[in-house]
């Protein structure tokens, strides 16, 4: 399994955010309940004094370990194991969702060195009414897109929580959130939202993305948003991959003589498994 490596990237502070990796790594233990658990402990440590360090105010998780792969999964899991033969359907590597809300806000690179986890797991969220309580709900599995998706259910007994009534503000959330869902989804931006969201998770390539919304929108809809999807692309790149030594080659010669076959054969010498 290649190594994990942490990515340079720009400090960002925030109030919100969400920490999710695999439990283990290489054999080795990196996001246990036990990590979990001592790193909340740290952060509920911490106080609102000279120093500047934030008060945690209310945390969420749950051990993700009955989850079977989906189509959205395959990339982000061999970005991880470029060797993985994981399949659509298969069983998913235990992993876990911190959900964590703080009086103020904090750095990612804060909660990168408490955590020791990677800087890119730790994910500022995508939604754009009350952020907490969307990761933290995403945590059972209860929304309807999830349920569609045929994602199991987790009970509440497998939910850790501090700060608040789950239960409760599960149903509330869930409530307004669907009213406002109904207001969202008729604004002519909000294919092109999601979509960019998707992309900067991971889940969809710009060609998936282009075949999918000519196939509902059309290509005109796509051209008016390709500029933000491939930006969106490039960002999830820029987080993902580490770009590494490369030898380039210069193949000239005059029209005809053969530079594409060549090149074609060069690459399949380099790449005969591609």
């Known amino acids: 399994m290649a190594k994990i490596k942490s990515k340079k990237q720009e400090s960002i502070k925030r109030r919100v955010w969400e920490l999710q990796s695999q439990c283990e790594h290489d054999g080795r233990a990196i996001w246990t309940p036990e990590i979990v658990t001592s790193v909340i402990e740290k952060l509920e440590a911490e106080t609102l004094l000279d120093n500047g360090k934030p008060k945690l105010k209310r945390w969420a998780w749950c051990m993700h370990d009955k989850d079977y792969v989906l189509e959205e999964n395959i990339e982000q ?49 995508n939604a754009k009414y009350n952020q907490f309580m969307a990761i933290a709900t995403y945590l059972s599995h209860c929304r309807a897109e999830e349920k569609a998706k045929g994602k199991h259910q987790y009970p509440v007994e497998e939910i850790h929580y501090k700060g608040f009534d789950y239960v409760e503000e599960v149903r509330k959330y869930l409530a307004v959130r669907d009213k406002r869902e109904v ?4 604004s002519p931006r909000y294919l092109a939202d999601s979509t960019i969201n998707r992309i900067e998770r991971g889940e969809l390539s710009v060609e998936e993305a282009k075949e999918m919304i000519k196939d509902t929108e059309g290509f005109a809809y796509f051209l008016r948003y390709e500029k933000e999807f491939r930006a969106a692309r490039t960002e ?31 690459a399949k010498a380099l790449f005969p498994d591609r």
């Open 77 to 125: 899991l061999r970005l991880k194991d470029p060797t993985s033969t994981l399949k659509i359907g298969d069983p998913r590597p235990a992993h876990i969702h911190l959900a964590l809300e703080f009086e103020n806000a904090v750095y990612n690179t804060h909660l990168q060195k408490i955590s020791g986890l990677p800087i890119e797991f730790v994910r500022k969220p």
């Open 183 to 186: 207001e969202i989804r008729k």
């Open 236 to 266: 999830f790149v820029k987080r993902h991959y580490e770009m590494q030594p490369r030898i380039n080659y210069y193949i000239y010669g005059a029209a005809g003589s053969g530079k594409s076959t060549l090149s074609k054969y060069l």
